[in-house]
């Protein structure tokens, strides 16, 4: 009987990935010659054929690569959503019909899945636009979390593909050269994504210098480096340097590290006031009268998502409401995001899904981790720190690497936990 299931479970998706292979021939074809609306349904078909093969290890490492690559074809157009919508599902399909165990990581992904469709089921404000696209990218972004805590890649390869990735991104930026008010922009992001996602590339890259001491990495980050400082992005600087001191502390004493987070917060504070009164080598064609109006209209920002935390503690407002509710407000009058992830989800789906993002970067950050994937905990840290400057979690080109590096260090935490012993301790049990 167990041998008839594993036929069928391996049967199902060679079936169905023949098919996909079938349909993705003409649509990579297609994809490569065109780039009109129908690049969407070719990239889907793509990801069909990619995705329910027989490793949902390597489709997760191909589309590290995907992603950016469907941005450069198609900034800012429906191309990258059809992309990470049919690769997500079809990602959690495949999985299903396999099989997996199911532990406290994936509880927490579901319950905060849960927390935020629930959010936008019963907003507390209602608006008249529709906020579901938000809520259905942030969804999208825990399967694929989901997805990689179960069918975890090789470290290493995702520390690559991500490093490999962005350096070809800052390539192609900096010879594109398109600048908005001195910064550098382009696959449909505005300077300071786009400096997010050039930071978390170049830690990655310097990871595999630091931990495998391949120095040909060294080539990639001077390309993620060259195009981050282009962005002129605050946040970015920052993100790249609490990435690389998680690199230098890793394996350090606890007080080196506690020392270490208390310089970063510190910086967090006072690096938006320095640099604003520095001239255009960091901060582009903006003032410093400019800066200065931006950081406090962040800060108002924050304020009033933090009081609607606590005046909505358990649902919030509802998810993506933000913008247009504090464009009504009488303490801010305009139509801005939080500018921060964790005051966003807080504000927007309550606290408990905060609590609950914040319990998954715990078990996947805090625990000490093998020297492979030191990159990948560096990486995350990295983009933790960015959010909160930032609402990235819901830009695929931007988080997708944070997604599957996070699920990777939940899978090695949940290893270590269960079996602590070495490999070769574990090898003589086994045999007892």
Same mark, same amino acid.
């Given at each position: ?7 069928a479970?391996s ?8 098919? %996909? ?26 990801c /069909? ?5 027989k ?9 590290l690569a ?13 191309s ?5 919508f ?33 959010? &936008? ?5 209602? /608006? ?5 696209? %938000? &809520?259905?990218? !942030? ?5 694929l979390?989901?997805a ?17 990735? #962005? ?20 696959l ?12 978390? &590339? ?40 609490? #990435? ?18 208390l ?9 938006? #006031? ?7 080598? !960091? ?11 931006n ?20 649902? %919030?407002?509802g998810?993506?409401r ?38 998954l ?32 979690l ?12 996070? %699920? ?25």
């Amino acid at each position: 009987m167990i041998t008839d299931r594993s036929t069928a479970n391996s049967f199902v998706p060679a079936v169905i990935g023949h098919v %996909g292979l079938l349909a993705a021939g003409p649509a990579v074809v297609y994809l490569a010659l065109s780039h009109t609306a129908m690049t969407a349904a070719a990239a889907v078909a793509t990801c /069909f054929a990619v995705v329910v093969w027989k490793r949902p290890d390597a489709a997760l490492l191909l589309l590290l690569a995907l992603i950016p690559a469907v941005a450069v074809a198609d900034p800012g157009g429906s191309s990258l959503y059809a992309v990470v919508f049919g690769a997500v599902g079809l990602l959690l399909f495949r999985i299903t019909i396999t099989g997996f165990h199911a532990g406290l990581s994936l509880v927490l992904i579901g319950l905060m899945a849960c927390a935020v469709t629930l959010s &936008c089921l019963l907003p507390q404000v209602s /608006f008249t636009h529709d906020q579901w696209k %938000g &809520c259905a990218l !942030l969804l999208a972004g825990l399967g694929l979390l989901a997805a990689s805590l179960v069918e975890p890649p090789d470290p290493r390869r995702t520390a690559q593909m991500v490093g490999g990735a #962005g350096a070809c991104a800052a390539s192609y930026l900096l010879m594109r050269g398109e600048y908005a008010s001195g910064r550098l922009t382009g696959l449909g992001l505005n300077p300071n994504y786009v400096g997010a996602l050039l930071a978390v &590339c170049l830690v990655a890259s310097i990871g595999l210098v630091h931990v495998h001491r391949t120095w040909m990495w060294l080539l990639p980050a001077a390309a993620c480096a060259i195009a981050l400082v282009e962005t002129r992005s605050r946040a970015a600087f920052l993100m790249a340097a609490a #990435g690389l001191a998680c690199l230098l502390l890793a394996g350090r004493p606890l007080r080196y590290k506690v020392l270490a987070a208390l310089a970063i917060l510190a910086l967090a504070e006072a690096l938006p #006031g320095t640099i604003d009164s520095v001239g255009d080598g !960091l901060t582009g064609s903006r003032t410093s009268t400019e800066l200065t109006a931006n950081t406090e209209v962040r800060k108002r920002a924050a304020g009033l998502a933090l009081r609607i935390a606590l005046e909505h503690p358990v649902t %919030g407002i509802g998810y993506a409401r933000f913008p247009e509710y504090a464009r009504t407000s009488p303490n801010l009058g305009i139509y801005i995001n939080t500018h921060n992830d964790y005051l966003r989800l807080a504000a927007e789906t309550g606290t408990m899904t905060l609590a609950l993002l914040v319990a998954l970067l715990w078990l996947g950050l805090v625990r000490r981790h093998t020297a492979s994937y030191r990159p990948l905990q560096a990486l995350c840290v990295s983009f933790a720190v960015g959010l909160f400057f930032a609402n990235t979690l819901t830009s695929f080109v931007v988080s997708t690497p944070f997604w599957v590096s996070l %699920g990777s260090l939940l899978t090695r935490a949940l290893h270590q936990k269960t079996d602590p012993l070495p490999p070769p301790f574990r090898n003589a049990r086994n045999l007892k």
